[in-house]
Each structure stands twice: as structure tokens, then as C-alpha cells.
């Protein structure tokens, strides 16, 4: 098992993230693109290529866990910059592809996570996301083709998730828990015991599996 430590831009981070919040009851850390990625609110949590394209996702193979932190930002809740904990997500299925993926999560009865892009999965609207594209045709393409190039997919187990008041995670709790303040953009292997004092040092009663 390898551990993973990985950032994503929450739908609050700006403007009109937090207005899609508040008039669609949206999780406020859920991620923020038209395909969310990862998707969290998927009954089995959902990483692809989408966002990292091949820096983490092949990466990734059964058992291993990524962890999941937000873009550091002042949230609200706490007054100097910080990172929130939102997941610890578990990888249980690797597709080499999004359609046999689809065909997993359908045989269990299960909708399809909004990162599966196949046939007949639309992207969020424009207005349940940030609006970091102006445009939400063409920044499913830019998605699609991502998903061409990339198809890995994989289907996760949440260890531990939460979208609505996520644990803070300041640079004091970082620099105690691994000595220093890791890179996130393009993921890094992170060894058990600092990421199991991150956890503690948030207030997450978690102990990791091994």
C-alpha cells in the first residue's frame, strides 16, 4: 500500500462556488469543476486523470490511499491561510478504462460518478461550479480529451470524508506532522507515520490501514 497526498480547488474557494453553495444546498467542499474530480459524493469516491492527467491516477493501483486536502486558502472558520482535511480515499477497483467503470458502478444499482466520462454522463451544470471555464462545452472537451489520452479510473472506499465543515489543517499542524511543508501538485508518496500525525493532529479518530 502506498499513501498519497493530493490537493483539489473546493467549490468555496471563490465567488461563485459559494453562491452555487447557497442557492443549490451543494457541499461546500465538493470539488469545484464540471467533473468533479475526484467526486466524493459518489456512494464509491471516483479519482481519474481528469485533473492530473498521467502525474496520479495510473499511479494509483488497489489498496493504496490517497489523501485528500484543498488548495490553501483563508476559509472561513479560521483567520490566517490553511488547508481543510476533506478524505482519505482507499482505491478497492483499477479500470483501465471509464467504460468498464461505468459497467461496474451500473451492475451494482449505483448511479455514475460525474468523472466517468461515457455516453450519456453529462457534466455538472455551469452554474454548480466555479465557473473556471466560461464555457461548459468546451471544458468537458478539454475533459474528454484528457479522458482519451488517460483512461485510468479508479473506485474507492472512504476512509474518512467530510464535505461541509472539514477539519482545519494549518501550517503549524503540517510542519509538526511531517517535519516540513510537502508539494501537493504533483502528488507525493508520503510515508504512514506522518500522515497518521496529520490525521490526529486535525482531530480525526482514523488509525490507517497497513
Known sequence: MKIYLNSY????HNRAGRTAVQKYGIPPFVDASCRREPDFEAEFPSITALCRFR?????????????????KRQYSGCSEQHWRLTALLQVIKRFENHERAAEWYRSAGLPLPSNCMVE????????RTDRFHPSLDSWDRLYRNKARRCSVFLACRSLFRELNNPPVVTEAIM???FGYTPATRTPPTVPVEPVQRLIAEAGVDLTLPV
Not at 502525474?55 to 488548495?71: G, M, Q, S
Not at 450519456?120 to 452554474?127: F, I, K, S, W
Open 9 to 12: 480547488r473546493p467549490l468555496v
Open 55 to 71: 502525474h496520479f491516477a495510473p499511479r494509483l493501483h488497489e489498496k493504496d490511499v490517497a489523501v485528500y486536502l484543498t488548495v
Open 120 to 127: 450519456g454522463n453529462a457534466p455538472v451544470a455551469l452554474d
Open 175 to 177: 510542519v509538526r506532522s
